[in-house]
């Protein structure tokens, strides 16, 4: 079946420019994760959406990241005036359910980088 | 706050060869643990989870991992090793009451053929 599907692979674009990145969960997951991982490290937690609702915002580092799932299955992670500093590879997880014991589906990730 | 530290960061194996690569977490009850791996370029593929009971956990391509409590430890291992496991593999937990996972940095293995 089908997997997670992030779209653009990649995103090049300069500093200051608006960025939306998308993430297709696994048809029937309710929760959706999205992770930042940066060169040489693990995955850091973003956010976390159960049904459209983010239950868990707490990862995102400052305002300028938001996050929707207007309909409870695609999400959208949006950057605004972004910095040389936001590049990164952002990777979008979904699970069935969302509870703590389910294993974490990954997508291949979206690699921005911000010149 | 959940931790995991995987001291490791680059391995190098001759084919067919034994390996383990470590995690040690810190979390004050048991934590469910999981183990996956990343190829340049790609999502991360679990390969193996524990949540409770037997602390010898099974996985995918061959690993297998064992829970010690008492060692806060959750060591990947397989006993031989083929050309197609380099890759980077990391180590994650989750608490219980977060749902996000925490990884730690990872460990980068090469094969030697």
């Known amino acids: 079946g089908a997997g997670v599907s992030q779209t653009p692979s990649n995103k090049v674009t300069e500093k200051g420019k608006y960025v939306e990145l998308r993430c297709d969960p696994i048809?029937?997951?309710?929760?959706l994760y999205w992770y930042r991982q940066s060169l040489g490290q693990g995955p850091e937690f973003l956010i976390y959406?159960?049904?459209?609702?983010?239950?868990?915002d707490s990862g995102l580092p400052n305002d300028r990241f938001f996050a929707v799932r207007p309909e409870g299955s695609v999400s959208t992670l949006k950057i605004q005036r972004t910095e040389r500093g936001d590049s990164a590879v952002y990777l979008c997880?979904?699970?069935?359910?969302?509870?703590?014991?389910?294993?974490?589906?990954f997508g291949d990730g979206t690699r921005l980088s911000i010149l | 706050a959940q931790s995991v530290t995987q001291p490791d960061i680059h391995i190098t194996v001759s084919e067919g060869a034994s390996l383990e690569l470590r995690c040690n977490y810190s979390?004050?009850?048991?934590?469910?643990l999981f183990w996956y791996v990343q190829s340049p370029g790609q999502g991360l593929q679990l390969l193996l989870k524990y949540f409770s009971g037997d602390t010898l956990v099974q996985g995918i391509k061959g690993f297998e991992a064992e829970f010690k409590r008492s060692q806060s430890s959750f060591n990947l291992r397989k006993p031989s090793v083929h050309w197609s496991d380099a890759a980077e593999y990391f180590c994650?937990?989750?608490?219980?009451?977060?749902?996000?996972?925490?990884f730690g940095s990872g460990t980068q293995l090469t094969v030697l053929p």
């Open positions: 994650a937990v989750n608490s219980g009451s977060a749902r996000q996972l925490t």
């Open positions: 979390y004050g009850a048991t934590p469910y």
């Open positions: 997880a979904s699970s069935q359910t969302g509870n703590s014991n389910q294993p974490q589906h």
């Open positions: 959406f159960q049904g459209t609702g983010a239950a868990d």
């Open positions: 048809s029937g997951h309710t929760a």
